[in-house]
């Protein structure tokens, strides 16, 4: 297979398991209320490439960007070739049911919990069908090194992860940063990110952007849309209230967390807008 063929072969296994997956849906019996039955957390994804020698990797570990813990690809696989990134934008369902106040919906919830749960699986299946290719890959985000640092552990590194899916994205070409610091895509913002690294050479998107945030036009709804008033015009977001309110949203339903707010009721929603 050469790389074009590799990389429509993986598009397609992605989009088959995003389709056709149960763990893409939440079934009866575990939902959290009657109106999360059936719920299919995300659509179709949007997939994009980069060179894992592309020198914004490097960028990364500047301070002001991720930080010296963000690892670079080949320390996740020695033979790094490509980084393939995508993006799992929510379903018009779970988009809906969060437009409301706090807290949370409970399909929201779900894409949230389950939702990571389904990006790792996602991550498992194209690791199989790749190495059934013979192309060594890792997936993050199923790797026991993947960490993030959140204020209680050390307020110093406060909310960096050695793998930050979204900058990953932006160096993908799947999008820009938002006043929320969430990606907006062309699919929107209200999404899930994920990511593997392999060994072969694929064709490379086109970064569609220089600034980093691009895509945002500041029209400040998420500021409304914000619970805690963690969002500003001047300073973006204050991601220790953000965290503040995820904390809190722990108590409605045992094991989840979630708010999202931001990313629902916007123009960048499910649109670049
Ligand atoms: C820690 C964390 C949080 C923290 C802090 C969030 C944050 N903005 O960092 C808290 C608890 C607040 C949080 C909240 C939420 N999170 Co969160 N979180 C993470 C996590 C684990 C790590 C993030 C990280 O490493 N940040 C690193 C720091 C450095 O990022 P930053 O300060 O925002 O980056 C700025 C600088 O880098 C600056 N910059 C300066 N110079 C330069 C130079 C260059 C070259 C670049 C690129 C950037 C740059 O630009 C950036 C934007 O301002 C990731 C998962 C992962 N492993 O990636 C998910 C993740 C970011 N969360 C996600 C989500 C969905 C949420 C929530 C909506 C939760 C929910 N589902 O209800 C909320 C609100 C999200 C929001 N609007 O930001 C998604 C984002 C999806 C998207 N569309 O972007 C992620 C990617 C999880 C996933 N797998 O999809 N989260």
Same mark, same amino acid.
């Given at each position: 297979?050469?790389?074009?063929?590799?990389?429509?072969?993986?598009?397609?296994?992605?989009?088959?398991?995003?389709?056709?997956? /149960?763990?893409?849906?939440?079934?009866?019996?575990?939902?959290? /209320?009657?109106?999360?039955?059936?719920?299919?957390?995300?659509?179709?994804?949007?997939?994009?490439?980069?060179? @894992?020698?592309?020198?914004?990797?490097?960028?990364?570990? %500047?301070? !002001?960007?991720?930080? /010296?813990?963000?690892?670079?690809?080949?320390?996740?696989?020695?033979?790094?070739?490509?980084?393939?990134?995508?993006?799992?934008?929510?379903? %018009?369902?779970?988009?809906?049911?969060?437009?409301?106040?706090?807290? @949370?919906?409970?399909?929201?919830?779900?894409?949230?919990? %389950?939702?990571?749960?389904?990006?790792?699986?996602?991550?498992?299946?194209?690791?199989?069908?790749?190495?059934?290719?013979?192309? &060594?890959?890792?997936?993050?985000?199923?790797?026991?090194?993947?960490?993030?640092?959140?204020? !209680?552990?050390?307020?110093?590194? @406060?909310?960096?992860?050695?793998?930050?899916?979204?900058?990953?994205?932006?160096?993908?070409?799947?999008?820009?940063?938002?006043?929320?610091?969430?990606?907006?895509?062309?699919?929107?913002?209200?999404?899930?990110?994920? /990511?593997?690294?392999?060994? @072969?050479?694929?064709?490379?998107?086109?970064?569609?952007?220089? &600034?980093?945030?691009?895509?945002?036009?500041?029209?400040?709804?998420?500021?409304?849309?914000?619970?805690?008033?963690?969002?500003?015009?001047?300073?973006?977001?204050?991601?220790?209230?953000?965290?503040?309110?995820?904390?809190?949203?722990?108590?409605?339903?045992?094991?989840?967390?979630?708010?999202?707010?931001?990313?629902?009721?916007?123009?960048?929603?499910?649109?670049?807008?």
């Amino acid at each position: 297979m050469d790389s074009n063929e590799l990389l429509s072969y993986l598009t397609q296994e992605i989009n088959e398991f995003v389709q056709g997956s /149960s763990n893409n849906w939440i079934s009866m019996r575990g939902a959290l /209320s009657p109106s999360c039955a059936a719920l299919k957390m995300f659509d179709e994804p949007l997939i994009a490439v980069a060179s @894992a020698q592309d020198p914004l990797f490097e960028r990364l570990r %500047e301070p !002001d960007a991720v930080g /010296s813990d963000m690892r670079m690809p080949t320390d996740w696989l020695p033979n790094a070739c490509s980084v393939v990134s995508y993006f799992l934008p929510m379903s %018009e369902r779970v988009r809906l049911s969060n437009y409301g106040g706090r807290p @949370a919906s409970p399909e929201w919830f779900h894409a949230r919990i %389950e939702g990571q749960f389904f990006i790792m699986k996602l991550g498992e299946h194209i690791t199989r069908v790749m190495r059934a290719k013979g192309v &060594d890959v890792i997936c993050p985000a199923c790797h026991p090194d993947m960490n993030a640092t959140f204020f !209680d552990d050390d307020p110093s590194a @406060a909310y960096r992860s050695n793998w930050s899916e979204r900058h990953v994205a932006y160096v993908c070409g799947l999008g820009t940063f938002s006043l929320t610091r969430g990606i907006i895509t062309e699919k929107g913002a209200a999404g899930r990110l994920g /990511s593997v690294i392999v060994s @072969a050479p694929l064709p490379i998107t086109e970064r569609p952007y220089s &600034d980093l945030y691009e895509y945002c036009i500041k029209c400040g709804a998420c500021i409304k849309r914000c619970p805690v008033g963690a969002i500003s015009l001047e300073s973006g977001k204050d991601n220790y209230l953000c965290h503040g309110e995820m904390q809190e949203s722990k108590k409605i339903f045992p094991g989840y967390v979630g708010c999202g707010k931001c990313q629902v009721d916007v123009p960048c929603e499910h649109a670049r807008p």
